[in-house]
């Protein structure tokens, strides 16, 4: 280990000056010739310059790359399993450990693990210059952390609504961790979720089965929770409402999860939307006020006061509806949320009847439906390949009319 070019790292990254250093340590020149490698200092002055750096010298010398590598691989464990707190012990020892000076491939480790921690402590962030430094790193990892890189570049377009891109990385590591015999089962929870984001619900269900039975293998009860939540939505979107609502009061009456506000919060909203398409538009309301004073996740409150606009609409109390519109609207403000951005646009124009406006209409075929294309999103291009063939049926455009039922015709749900 260059302990010299050490030296000048902690230093220089402080914001000290040699003459800052050495003060009371040793003599500038003597510093200088520390760093340049000029000379071997004494291991007394080493630890005196170390501790003036506010460095643990024993600490720092005692890690080797191997060390540090396995310091790395205990972070992936953690963050996967969501101990975010013990992540960040490991992240804050790391960062104060590695330097420039250590291994390429261990810098490069350990900046796709930190990523992989901003996402799960921040998932909304859009982090693009680091995202953009990690997506050149792919070239440098090979087997079990090439998985790694696909598992989490997957997983931060998924925090990011992007199913399909999410989807074709998380099929990226599946295809590594079947040819290497490596274990994740997540990574087929993962698959699962990507595929009820692009609302494919059977392709969704065949992962979320495979993921499932690992879990209860592994006796991860929390996770075992979790699929029952996804088969949950998946049978709601197949339309199938009795098992749908067995899978979703399994989630709320499991102990300790169906506790935990988060999972009980997005539980009861998806018990809501079931609610809704049944037309028991009272009870929906119920479910989705309860969930709304339970959310975390902003994007989880704006979904769920988007699905209350819709309720009021549907009741006749356009006031009601025109107030979470508007409530929604100013939720979103200077968020990443562009897909349900694009679906309270829609709703309020579709509560003012302002559909036939060009200017709306303009916006979402050039727009809205080309970034729902882009993201996967099933089920919204439907809904919205089926408003503007009515809104071209109304204003008598029979031509354009026709291309678009085609359009909804051959979407492949």
Not at 7 to 15: A, D, E, L, V
Not at 141 to 151: D, I, S
Not at 342 to 363: A, G, M, N, P, S
């Amino acid at each position: 280990m260059d302990l010299g070019s050490i030296i000048q790292f902690y230093r220089t990254k402080q914001g000290l000056t040699q003459k800052d250093l050495a003060n009371g340590v040793c003599s500038v020149s003597y510093l200088s010739k520390i760093e340049s490698g000029a000379l071997v200092p004494k291991s007394d002055t080493i630890e005196l310059l170390f501790n003036r750096l506010n460095m643990d010298y024993e600490k720092l010398t005692s890690y080797d790359e191997q060390t540090i590598q396995r310091q790395i691989d205990q972070l992936y464990k953690q963050i996967t399993f969501d101990y975010l707190e013990q992540a960040k012990e490991i992240v804050d020892e790391l960062n104060d450990i590695i330097t420039p000076f250590h291994e390429i491939h261990t810098q490069n480790y350990f900046e796709l693990m930190h990523f992989y921690y901003l996402i799960k402590t921040n998932p909304t962030e859009k982090f693009k210059v680091n995202f953009q430094d990690l997506l050149r790193l792919e070239t440098e990892f090979t087997e079990r952390k090439l998985f790694y890189f696909y598992k989490i570049v997957g997983f931060y377009y998924n925090c990011h609504l992007n199913a399909k891109q999410a989807n074709h990385y998380f099929h990226l590591a599946k295809d590594i961790l079947e040819d290497h015999n490596l274990r994740d089962p997540e990574i087929y929870y993962l698959l699962a979720l990507s595929y009820m984001g692009m609302n494919k619900p059977i392709y969704s269900n065949y992962y979320v089965g495979i993921a499932l039975e690992q879990y209860a293998n592994d006796l991860l009860y929390r996770k075992v929770t979790d699929c029952y939540h996804l088969f949950g939505i998946n049978y709601l979107n197949l339309e199938a409402y009795d098992i749908s609502k067995s899978y979703f009061n399994q989630v709320l009456k499991s102990k300790p999860m169906g506790d935990s506000p988060k999972v009980r919060s997005r539980a009861t909203h998806n018990l809501a939307i079931l609610y809704y398409r049944q037309g028991d538009l009272d009870y929906a309301l119920e479910l989705l006020f309860e969930a709304l004073n339970n959310h975390d996740y902003l994007y989880d409150t704006a979904h769920t006061t988007l699905i209350i606009a819709k309720v009021f609409i549907e009741q006749g109390k356009h006031d009601k509806a025109q107030e979470y519109v508007t409530k929604g609207e100013e939720l979103l403000q200077g968020t990443n949320f562009t897909k349900v951005r694009h679906r309270f646009y829609i709703l309020k124009h579709q509560l003012q009847k302002r559909t036939h406006e060009q200017d709306f209409i303009d916006r979402c075929v050039n727009v809205i439906l080309p970034h729902y294309k882009t993201i996967g999103e099933n089920g919204l291009m439907k809904e919205l390949l089926q408003l503007l063939a009515e809104v071209y049926t109304e204003k008598e455009e029979y031509l354009k009319a026709i291309d678009y039922y085609k359009q909804l015709n051959e979407l492949k749900i």
